[in-house]
């Protein structure tokens, strides 16, 4: 597909699981950010990738937080000891690189009960 | 750091025009940002722009001023399918993570 994709589409857990998200960016773009929305609220940056290097993590919440992106393409966001707090849409976007429009996938909703 | 403000909901007519607000503070500025997101969809781009002045794309417009930490989004001749959060967004202290306010809901009325 020509843009950004995000697998699954809907993730139900329960408090203390562990959860992995994918996000697919549009071909040959090299940054990549994962950002979080609660339901009435602007999406709030997590972490950026630039090629395969986390460029900044300083929107991680907390250390259960983590995200990968080994081969400068597809990256993995990784929630550890799920917390019902975690509950939102978590959002990828991707772009050619710094300061060019991030364009998003259609998010994850993550529910944990 | 960066601070936005937009209104949180808006209501117009269709075929009516609307004027969306945006201040913004921010310890460096490179351009600013407004995304169209219907419920439940992702984010999708409109406009960016780093000069003061109105940008136009067809029926949308986008206006910035930088002295005033000020911008807006012009919707003419609404239609229904407008109807949707209009998101404000600053890259963050001149790294390319974005800062976005908390979206402003439009209602189009018949």
């Known amino acids: 597909g020509a843009g950004v994709s995000q697998t699954p589409s809907n993730k139900v857990t329960e408090k203390g699981k562990y959860v992995e998200l994918r996000c697919d960016p549009i071909s040959g773009h090299t940054a990549l950010y994962w950002y979080r929305q609660s339901l009435g609220q602007g999406p709030e940056f997590l972490i950026y990738?630039?090629?395969?290097?986390?460029?900044?993590d300083s929107g991680l919440p907390n250390d259960r937080f983590f995200a990968v992106r080994p081969e400068g393409s597809v990256s993995t966001l990784k929630i550890q000891r799920t917390e019902r707090g975690d509950s939102a849409v978590y959002l990828c976007?991707?772009?050619?690189?710094?300061?060019?429009?991030?364009?998003f996938g259609p998010g994850t909703r993550l529910l944990v009960l | 750091g960066q601070n936005i403000d937009q209104p949180t909901e808006m209501t117009a007519t269709e075929g009516a025009i609307v004027q969306i607000n945006c201040t913004y503070q921010?310890?460096?500025?490179?351009?600013l940002f407004w995304y169209q997101q219907h419920a439940g969809e992702a984010p999708t781009f409109l406009s960016y722009n780093v000069l003061d002045g109105l940008e136009e794309k067809g029926r949308f417009s986008s206006f910035l001023s930088r002295s005033k930490g000020y911008s807006y989004l012009l919707l003419k001749e609404l239609q229904m399918k407008d109807s949707a959060s209009y998101l404000c967004?600053?890259?963050?202290?001149?790294?390319?993570?974005?800062?976005f306010g908390k979206g402003t809901r439009l209602s189009v009325i018949a």
């Open positions: 967004a600053v890259p963050h202290s001149g790294n390319t993570p974005l800062v």
């Open positions: 921010t310890s460096g500025f490179n351009g």
């Open positions: 990738f630039q090629g395969t290097g986390a460029a900044d």
């Open positions: 976007a991707s772009s050619w690189g710094q300061e060019e429009t991030q364009y």
